[in-house]
């Protein structure tokens, strides 16, 4: 799964080492559907941090979060990002993910480059490690900023999608998860976590579904034990890490060649109506499904009207299509001609939108 940094072609669902900005200058251009960025934050920690009882908290220390200056970290901001965006497509898009410490100085650079902010969304933590000296706020969350290429960028926003997800209500843009604990952790070989700043799946699990489709081409990289990539092979998506760091791609590999994707009748998601086909109520008269001359009637059986051969609709003082009809007989200012009207089969009142939806149906099946 672990590729020489020095690959040119873009290999799916490999783990590549190396610098991330050396390793993505040399990926082909326009080839990345979406990119997860969870980069150093930069912490500035000053000394050791200790718990009431005088015990050590284990945290971010490590070389790869340690930046002599805000320039130094500006400049490496900078040329990720530079490097990332020439390999997202004309309608791609990126996450990227901070804390207080890093994230402002993020999103000027995002702004600087071109991209175009779309919602910068707070990760709530439910189970947040407490503020042990008692002289801040607890910092109970992160933010993640949602940005497409370019302000005219077409981005994948799966709507629907996200709103089932939350149980039929709108998904907003502050998210309670917890935190990496338990047998979601991941541990090392001397039972210590094996990466501070882990993300738990869940994150992903909503980023993927809300913001890409079956088959993209996800790129992390900061991609440490592989989450981005556990999840995207989860919903069947591609991906392609980069990490310089040995130990974290060799846990990474393991993690991710034992994640069984998801069976192919489970990776659907809801998707919105606008999405769909655009079918004209003329289509149906075209192909023969209503007659010109036959009767439709509304839903509530107070209004009739004929089907005209140009696919209109006459009423007694009103001549126009199904929705402006439908509209005039109701005295509303807007109706929904597909659901409003109905034809009879066998007895039965049938809204023409089922006739919409089998030629839709057509439409998906074909080559």
């Known amino acids: ?86 390999l997202l497509k004309p309608h791609g898009a990126i996450w990227v993910i901070g804390s207080y410490h890093n994230v402002f100085r993020m999103g000027a650079e995002l702004q600087n480059q071109g991209f175009w902010i779309l919602n910068d969304v707070v990760w709530r933590k439910s189970n947040p490690m407490p503020n042990f000296k008692g002289k801040r706020f607890t910092n109970a969350h ?65 980023v993927l579904i809300g913001t890409t489709n079956p088959g993209d081409v996800v790129l992390d990289p900061f991609f440490g034990t592989g989450t981005t990539g556990a999840v ?18 060799a846990i990474a590999t393991r993690r991710i060649e034992s994640i069984r994707k998801y069976d192919s009748d489970a990776l659907g998601v809801t998707t919105s109506k606008r999405a769909e086909p655009r079918v004209a109520f003329g289509v149906l008269v075209e192909r023969g499904m209503l007659r010109p001359g036959e009767v439709l009637t509304s839903y509530n059986g107070r209004n009739a009207a004929k089907v005209r051969a140009d696919g209109t609709l006459v009423a007694a003082d009103m001549t126009g299509s199904i929705h402006q009809v439908g509209a005039h007989l109701e005295g509303a200012p807007s109706c929904n001609g597909w659901t409003y009207w109905h034809f009879k089969r066998d007895g039965k009142q049938v809204p023409i939108d089922f006739l919409r939806q089998q030629i839709r149906s057509e439409m998906g099946d074909a080559p």
């Open 1 to 86: 799964m672990t590729k020489d940094k020095g690959a040119a072609a873009l290999s799916l669902n490999t783990i590549l080492d190396g610098d991330c900005i050396e390793v993505m200058r040399s990926l082909p251009e326009t080839s990345v559907d979406l990119i997860f960025a969870d980069p150093p934050y930069n912490l500035q920690l000053r000394g050791e941090l200790h718990r009431p009882d005088n015990s050590k908290v284990d945290a971010v220390t490590d070389h790869w979060d340690q930046f002599s200056s805000f320039d130094v970290y500006d400049r490496f901001t900078r040329d990720w990002l530079s490097a990332a965006r020439r």
């Open 142 to 206: 992160e933010t993640l900023i949602w940005a497409s290429k370019e302000e005219g960028s077409k981005y994948t926003f799966n709507y629907e999608a996200l709103k089932a997800l939350n149980e039929g209500v709108q998904m907003r843009s502050d998210w309670v998860l917890p935190i990496c604990t338990g047998h979601e952790r991941i541990k090392d070989d001397a039972g210590d976590k094996a990466h501070p700043t882990q993300k738990p799946e869940g994150l992903l699990h909503r």
């Open 232 to 249: 995207a092979k989860m919903l069947g998506r591609n991906f392609i890490g980069i990490e310089r760091e040995e130990s974290y791609r």
